[in-house]
């Protein structure tokens, strides 16, 4: 049981460049979201989804799509990447209970836009 | 949108001391989840609180809900080294589809 991956680890773009992260989770999660974080601000909700298909505008989502094909993967998409775009980026899941709102979190990619 | 203010923004202690810190709201939050985060790794969720005037405990790890709504406390006794890390505290705003909102965290440093 890994619970929330993703992929890449690391990653360097120049202005303009486009690229996809891949969140991948095995615990049947209804729901799952898209961070950033930088520094001194804590996590901003990117993009979040409510299950399978579909896809939710969070608190900064200009620049950025994603996409909820298959349950266990939610993607998110830079594309035309810009250097306000560098951050720490995690993916995140919770379960379908509606009394319960943890979230767990994947280890996260390291962008940096140039 | 509501707004998790969280305190200390940093803290320096000896091992072995105890550590507390805390989250405010100005509105009524009805869950509040504790995280650490390790340098280099995601959140990882410590405590969750889902009922006012609740205190949880996790090993070393207090937390409690406030009895207004509006804030939470998180306790570490007997620090270690491996304590070292971002704590956040976060919730759910009223209105919200499940999403959290997360306070700016507390960056605590262990001294030897």
């Known amino acids: 049981n890994a619970g929330v991956t993703q992929t890449p680890k690391f990653r360097v773009l120049k202005t303009g460049q486009s690229m996809t992260l891949l969140c991948a989770q095995d615990?049947?999660?209804?729901?799952m979201y898209w961070y950033r974080q930088d520094p001194g601000m804590g996590l901003r909700l990117i993009h979040y989804?409510?299950?399978?298909?579909?896809?939710a505008k969070g608190e900064v989502p200009d620049g950025y799509n994603v996409s909820r094909l298959k349950k266990q993967n939610f993607l998110l998409g830079l594309e035309s990447a810009a250097p306000s775009q560098t951050s720490v980026y995690f993916c995140?899941?919770?379960?379908?209970?509606?009394?319960?709102?943890?979230?767990?979190f994947g280890p996260g990619t390291r962008l940096t836009v140039t | 949108g509501q707004q998790l203010n969280q305190s200390p923004q940093s803290m320096f202690i000896q091992e072995g001391e105890d550590v507390s810190m805390n989250c405010t709201s100005s509105?009524?939050?009805?869950?509040w989840l504790w995280y650490k985060q390790d340098p280099g790794e995601g959140p990882v969720l410590l405590i969750a609180?889902?009922?006012?005037?609740e205190l949880t405990s996790n090993g070393r790890l207090t937390a409690q809900f406030g009895i207004t709504r509006k804030d939470s406390f998180l306790n570490i006794s007997a620090s270690i080294p491996s304590d070292v890390g971002i704590y956040f505290c976060?919730?759910?705003?009223?209105?919200?589809?499940?999403?959290?909102?997360f306070g700016s965290g507390t960056q605590l440093t262990v001294l030897p």
């Open positions: 995140a899941s919770s379960g379908r209970d509606s009394l319960r709102y943890e979230q767990y």
């Open positions: 615990m049947n999660h209804e729901y």
């Open positions: 989804s409510v299950g399978e298909g579909t896809t």
């Open positions: 509105s009524i939050f009805n869950t």
């Open positions: 609180l889902y009922k006012a005037g």
């Open positions: 976060a919730g759910p705003p009223s209105g919200t589809a499940r999403q959290l909102t």
